[in-house]
């Protein structure tokens, strides 16, 4: 049973970034293996131009959560059924990439080693600056001669692994089932807004923030809305087993890093989930606000969803230390 004491003192730190103006808004729930959860939602979905609610069915952009909820699982999936295997080069599904330079680090990259950030991919790329055709932009990720670096956590390794995707498929992302309770896109006004965009010209609600999802017109990294509920509903089905194989499962929480499993991030000094998570806590982030975290050790999950790039990202909401309070709060603090 989920203490409704421990929820209470949880919230507060959102409760107090909410009064304080740090983020407009913002939903908190906790889920236990057994299903039995509490949600709650303070401030505003929306102050910009109009003021809206926020409400426990606020729909929210999950932005990189798209990468464990959406992307991973079905990777996981494929590797399950012997369509791929982990440790094979991308090129075995994706033979175009890089595919004037045979000798191009680019070809040697594993499904594994971008499930694990462990490649020299850059963190991020203003792709959607060369163009909005979205075949023209998948080809220049494809073809592009990427700089080599130290491995960082890369939207472009889930860029390359929701083209394998599509290519398997034969459907864009945006064609594909999200699953259930999730979806592509939101009614504006059920929907959390996020930025006023520079280059879109209007506030965004109900369609995606991240700029390169925007002109991919769909990808691995970005791009998946859902509510509070359908993100325990995902994370209870981690919890109980239902959700996915426990071949997959067992994949999400192996580590694969200091800090990375097949997909989600482990606990480490500094983290998003605060520092009294148990070892067998998974988690992720997303940059418009959201997070989700796992503990298999203690049976239960969390997510915190807010709004906090609303209406601007420039500007220091105190997002970092709002998740690890919350964390440690939920984890007895």
């Not at 959860?37 to 959560?65: C, K, N, Y």
């Not at 109900?206 to 970005?222: I, K």
Request: contains cysteine; glycine residues 12%.
């Amino acid at each position: 049973m989920i203490d409704r004491d421990l929820f209470n003192r949880a919230f507060a730190p959102l409760e107090a970034a909410v009064n304080e103006g740090r983020i407009p808004g913002g939903v908190l729930g906790i889920v236990g293996r057994d299903g039995q959860r509490i949600v709650q939602a303070i401030g505003s979905a929306q102050r910009v131009p109009d003021i809206r609610l926020m409400h426990i069915e606020t729909w929210f952009d999950l932005a990189s959560l798209t990468k464990v909820i959406f992307t991973t699982p079905r990777i996981l999936a494929l590797v399950e059924e012997g369509v791929i295997d982990l440790d094979a080069p991308l090129i075995s599904v994706l033979p175009d990439l890089r595919q004037y330079d045979e000798k191009a680090w680019e070809r040697k990259v594993t499904f594994r080693q971008c499930l694990g950030h462990q490649t020299p991919f850059p963190a991020v790329a203003p792709i959607y600056t060369y163009g909005r055709d979205p075949e023209l932009l998948r080809a220049f990720v494809l073809q592009r001669e990427w700089q080599a670096g130290t491995p960082v956590y890369s939207d472009i390794n889930f860029m390359l692994l929701g083209f394998a995707l599509e290519r398997l498929s034969g459907k864009t992302i945006r064609d594909m089932d999200p699953g259930l309770g999730f979806a592509f896109s939101a009614e504006p006004d059920a929907a959390a807004a996020t930025e006023d965009c520079t280059w879109r010209h209007r506030v965004l609600s109900g369609e995606v923030h991240d700029d390169n999802c925007s002109a991919l017109q769909g990808a691995g990294h970005a791009g998946l809305f859902g509510t509070a509920a359908s993100i325990l509903d995902f994370a209870q089905g981690l919890l109980d087993g239902t959700g996915v194989s426990g071949r997959s499962i067992t994949l999400m929480r192996e580590p694969l890093s200091a800090t990375r499993t097949h997909g989600w991030e482990r606990p480490h000094e500094g983290w998003s989930g605060g520092g009294l998570c148990s070892p067998e806590t998974i988690g992720h982030t997303g940059f418009t606000g959201t997070g989700l975290w796992i503990d298999f050790d203690k049976g239960r999950a969390w997510t915190l969803l807010t709004n906090r790039i609303h209406p601007t990202r420039h500007f220091n909401s105190g997002i970092a230390a709002l998740r690890q309070s919350v964390g440690d709060l939920v984890n007895g603090a």
